[in-house]
C-alpha cells in the first residue's frame, strides 16, 4: 500500500516537472519570436542607439554693434579642454592629473564634468580659453589622459568694456535653466542684452553623430546619419552712441553713479552708463568661486547697474513736476509770489532753503531758475502729496520705464495710502510734504527715469526707453527693427512751457544755477538737483535737454556723493550734450566757447 502511494507521488512530481519545463521553453519561444519578429524595429533602433552617440555643436552668437556700426561684442577662437564623462567615469585618475597640471581642485573638476550629468556622451567643458603652454603641455600627455579632448570655440570677446551693463555677459548654462531643458549647450547669456535677446543672439546648436565601441570609445562618424548644422545667433544693433558712452564712462572716471540720454523724439536709448563697472570676459567661462566672492563683496558694487536699479531722492530735479501739478491747480500763476528768507518755520521746525541768505520775492520762473526750495515748500504743501505724486507718475516717474532689459527698479512716489501705511494715519506730517515738495524724503527715481521724465518736459510724451534698434540675420539679411512706444503726458501744453521756460532759465540766465554751462551755439535747458544722502556726502544730479526749440537729446546725471548738480553733474551732461549735438552737425567751432568750462573752474560753485 505505501508503496503504491509512493509511485503515485512520484508520477505527479514527474508530470508537474515536465509541465512547467514546457511552458518555461514556451515562454522563451514566445519572446525569442517577440524579439526577432515582433519587436525587432524597436531592438534594432535601441541597438543603433548604442552605436551612435549624438554630440550638439555650439551655434556661433550674433554680434552686437551700436548705431553708427561700430562693433561692440564679437567672437574670437579659443581653444577649450573637454572632459568625456562616460570616460571620465572610468578613469578617475585622469581628474587627478589635470587637477594638477590646471591648478585646480579635483572637486571642481569632477563638478564641472557631471554638468550634463556623468552618463551622457556630451564633452563637458574644463576649461575655455586655455593658454598656449598649458595646450601643448596637455598635448604631449594626452595619451595618458582618457577621455580629454581639445576643441576650438568662439569665446565671446567685449572690445567696448565702457557698455558692460549693458552688454551684459554669458555663462555656463545652469542644471536647471529652461535653456539646458531646449538642448541649449555651452555658453548662454545670463545677463544685460545677452540675456535679454539670447532667443535671437543665441541661435539653435545642431547635431553630429559618432560611432562608438562596446567601451564607449569613438571611432568615427556615423555616415549613415545626416549632421544637422547649426543655426548661428542674429546679429543686433543698438542705438547706444559709442562715442558718447566712451566720453560718459571718461567724465565719470573715479566717480560712482549712472548717466542716461535718450533722443526724446522716440525713446533711442543713446548712452546708458554705470559706475564702477566691471570686467565682462571673467563671466566668459566657469568662473573661480574666489573671483565671484571678490566681485559681490566689492563695496562699490560693480554689478548693480545704477543707471536702471539706483534709486535716488531726485532733489531739484523734481521741482518742475511740482510746480506743474501747483499751476493746474490753481494754486500758482503769473502773478503768485513768495518771499524767501532764507526758509520757512513749519510746526516746530525750520525746513532751510539752500541758499540762507534767502532769495527774496520770487514767482515760479525764479523758483525753477534759481531752485528756492521756499516757494516749492509751500505751493507742495498746498496741493498735497496725492497730487504731487500724480504728476510725478504721469511724467515717467517712481514707475518702470518699461526699457528693454532684464532688470529695472521702478523708485517710489508716495501717495497718502503709501504714507498712511509707512508712519501711521497721524504719523506724518505737512514737513513730510515739504520735505517731498523739494524731490527730498521718501520721493525715489532712477537715472533712466529721470531721463524719460525730462523727455516728457520736453516733448509732452512719456517714451519708452529703446536700447536695441535692430536685429538681423546674417545668413538672409532679414532685418526686424524695435518699435518705438510713447504716449501723451496728459500735462497742458501751457504748464508742459512753463517748465520748460524755467529749465531754460537755469542755465542761460545769469542767476541760472547752471548758468556756467550756458552755450554759444545753441540752447540748452537743464536743473540741477543736490539730494541729501544719510550715509555720507549729498549726491549730484542734472537734467537737460536740446536744442530748446527741437530737442534731440535728453541727459540726466546722478554722482553719487557729489555733493552739488551746478559743479559735479551738470558739467559731465554739458560735455555729453555739446559731443553728440557737434558730431550730428559736424562744422568749424568759434575759437572762444563759454560752452564749458572746465570742470575745476566751476567747484566755487555750490548750488543745489
Given at each position: 500500500m505505501i508503496r503504491t502511494e509512493n509511485k503515485w507521488w512520484y508520477e505527479y512530481r514527474r508530470i508537474v516537472f515536465t509541465a512547467f519545463c514546457l511552458l518555461f521553453l514556451l515562454v522563451i519561444e514566445f519572446r525569442l519570436f517577440s524579439i526577432q519578429l515582433i519587436n525587432r524595429p524597436g531592438f534594432l533602433k535601441k541597438a543603433e542607439a548604442n552605436r551612435i552617440r549624438a554630440i550638439a555643436i555650439e551655434p556661433t552668437r550674433g554680434k552686437i554693434f551700436d548705431r553708427n556700426g561700430l562693433l561692440l561684442v564679437e567672437n574670437r577662437p579659443a581653444y577649450s579642454l573637454y572632459a568625456h564623462p562616460w570616460t571620465i567615469k572610468r578613469n578617475l585618475g585622469t581628474v587627478n592629473q589635470l587637477a594638477r597640471i590646471l591648478e585646480m581642485d579635483t572637486?571642481?573638476?569632477?563638478?564641472?564634468?557631471?554638468?550634463?550629468?556623468?552618463?551622457?556622451?556630451?564633452?563637458?567643458?574644463?576649461?575655455?580659453?586655455?593658454?598656449?603652454?598649458?595646450?601643448?603641455?596637455?598635448?604631449?600627455?594626452?595619451?595618458?589622459?582618457?577621455?580629454?579632448?581639445?576643441?576650438?570655440?568662439?569665446?565671446?570677446?567685449?572690445?567696448?568694456?565702457?557698455?558692460?551693463?549693458?552688454?551684459?555677459?554669458?555663462?555656463?548654462?545652469?542644471?536647471?535653466?529652461?535653456?539646458?531643458?531646449?538642448?541649449?549647450?555651452?555658453?548662454?547669456?545670463?545677463?544685460?542684452?545677452?540675456?535679454?535677446?539670447?532667443?535671437?543672439?543665441?541661435?539653435?546648436?545642431?547635431?553630429?553623430?559618432?560611432?562608438?565601441?562596446?567601451?564607449?570609445?569613438?571611432?568615427?562618424?556615423?555616415?549613415?546619419?545626416?549632421?544637422?548644422?547649426?543655426?548661428?545667433?542674429?546679429?543686433?544693433?543698438?542705438?547706444?552712441?559709442?562715442?558718447?558712452?566712451?566720453?560718459?564712462?571718461?567724465?565719470?572716471?573715479?566717480?560712482?553713479?549712472?548717466?542716461?540720454?535718450?533722443?526724446?523724439?522716440?525713446?533711442?536709448?543713446?548712452?546708458?552708463?554705470?559706475?564702477?563697472?566691471?570686467?565682462?570676459?571673467?563671466?566668459?567661462?566657469?568662473?573661480?568661486?574666489?573671483?565671484?566672492?571678490?566681485?559681490?563683496?566689492?563695496?562699490?558694487?560693480?554689478?548693480?547697474?545704477?543707471?536702471?536699479?539706483?534709486?535716488?531722492?531726485?532733489?531739484?530735479?523734481?521741482?518742475?513736476?511740482?510746480?506743474?501739478?501747483?499751476?493746474?491747480?490753481?494754486?500758482?500763476?503769473?502773478?503768485?509770489?513768495?518771499?524767501?528768507?532764507?526758509?520757512?518755520?513749519?510746526?516746530?521746525?525750520?525746513?532751510?532753503?539752500?541758499?540762507?541768505?534767502?532769495?527774496?520775492?520770487?514767482?515760479?520762473?525764479?523758483?525753477?531758475?534759481?531752485?528756492?526750495?521756499?516757494?516749492?515748500?509751500?505751493?507742495g504743501m498746498q496741493i498735497g502729496v496725492d497730487k504731487i505724486t500724480d504728476y510725478g507718475f504721469r511724467m515717467g516717474l517712481g514707475t518702470n520705464t518699461g526699457v528693454d532689459f532684464n532688470v529695472e527698479f521702478g523708485g517710489l512716489m508716495p501717495n497718502e495710502e503709501y504714507m498712511n501705511e509707512r508712519f501711521g494715519v497721524n504719523g506724518w506730517t505737512r514737513g513730510h510734504v515739504a520735505n517731498i515738495s523739494i524731490g527730498q524724503g521718501e520721493v525715489l527715481v532712477t537715472p533712466m527715469q529721470l531721463a524719460v521724465h525730462t523727455a516728457a518736459i520736453a516733448t509732452g510724451n512719456v517714451v519708452t526707453p529703446r536700447i536695441t534698434n535692430s536685429m538681423t540675420n546674417p545668413e538672409t539679411g532679414e532685418i526686424i527693427h524695435t518699435p518705438f512706444e510713447s504716449k501723451p503726458t496728459g500735462v497742458p501744453n501751457r504748464i508742459l512751457k512753463k517748465m520748460r521756460e524755467g529749465m531754460r532759465m537755469v542755465v542761460n540766465e545769469p542767476r541760472g544755477t547752471a548758468y556756467h554751462q550756458k552755450s554759444d551755439e545753441f540752447i540748452m535747458a537743464g536743473k540741477t538737483g543736490t539730494a541729501q544722502n544719510p550715509h555720507g556726502e549729498d549726491h549730484a544730479l542734472f537734467v537737460a535737454f536740446a536744442p530748446f526749440d527741437d530737442p534731440l537729446i535728453a541727459v540726466a546725471v546722478v554722482v553719487e556723493h557729489g555733493e552739488h548738480g551746478s559743479s559735479t553733474a551738470a558739467p559731465i551732461a554739458a560735455k555729453i550734450i555739446e559731443r553728440y549735438i557737434y558730431d550730428l552737425f559736424p562744422g568749424p567751432r568759434p575759437e572762444k566757447r563759454r560752452f564749458i568750462p572746465k570742470i575745476e573752474e566751476v567747484d566755487s560753485l555750490v548750488i543745489g
Open positions: 572637486l571642481e573638476i569632477k563638478k564641472r564634468v557631471s554638468r550634463y550629468g556623468w552618463n551622457t556622451f556630451q564633452p563637458a567643458v574644463i576649461q575655455r580659453d586655455v593658454k598656449f603652454n598649458t595646450l601643448a603641455h596637455l598635448e604631449t600627455i594626452k595619451i595618458g589622459l582618457p577621455g580629454i579632448a581639445f576643441g576650438l570655440e568662439s569665446k565671446r570677446s567685449y572690445p567696448f568694456p565702457e557698455a558692460v551693463h549693458v552688454l551684459g555677459y554669458v555663462g555656463e548654462i545652469d542644471r536647471s535653466s529652461s535653456a539646458k531643458r531646449n538642448g541649449r549647450i555651452g555658453l548662454v547669456g545670463k545677463h544685460g542684452l545677452e540675456l535679454v535677446y539670447e532667443k535671437w543672439i543665441g541661435g539653435e546648436p545642431g547635431i553630429e553623430y559618432f560611432q562608438v565601441d562596446v567601451s564607449g570609445k569613438t571611432v568615427g562618424r556615423a555616415e549613415e546619419s545626416e549632421t544637422i548644422l547649426p543655426t548661428n545667433g542674429w546679429d543686433i544693433q543698438l542705438n547706444i552712441d559709442s562715442h558718447l558712452q566712451r566720453l560718459a564712462f571718461e567724465l565719470m572716471e573715479g566717480k560712482a553713479g549712472g548717466v542716461v540720454a535718450i533722443d526724446p523724439r522716440n525713446g533711442a536709448v543713446l548712452t546708458m552708463l554705470s559706475v564702477p563697472a566691471y570686467d565682462p570676459s571673467i563671466f566668459a567661462g566657469v568662473m573661480p568661486q574666489k573671483v565671484w566672492d571678490e566681485l559681490i563683496n566689492d563695496p562699490g558694487h560693480p554689478l548693480l547697474n545704477r543707471a536702471l536699479q539706483g534709486r535716488y531722492p531726485p532733489g531739484s530735479t523734481f521741482k518742475m513736476a511740482v510746480l506743474g501739478a501747483a499751476i493746474e491747480d490753481g494754486i500758482v500763476d503769473n502773478s503768485t509770489r513768495i518771499t524767501c528768507n532764507g526758509g520757512l518755520q513749519i510746526g516746530n521746525r525750520f525746513f532751510k532753503c539752500w541758499n540762507a541768505s534767502g532769495h527774496g520775492s520770487v514767482g515760479w520762473k525764479e523758483a525753477i531758475q534759481q531752485s528756492c526750495d521756499v516757494f516749492l515748500y509751500v505751493n
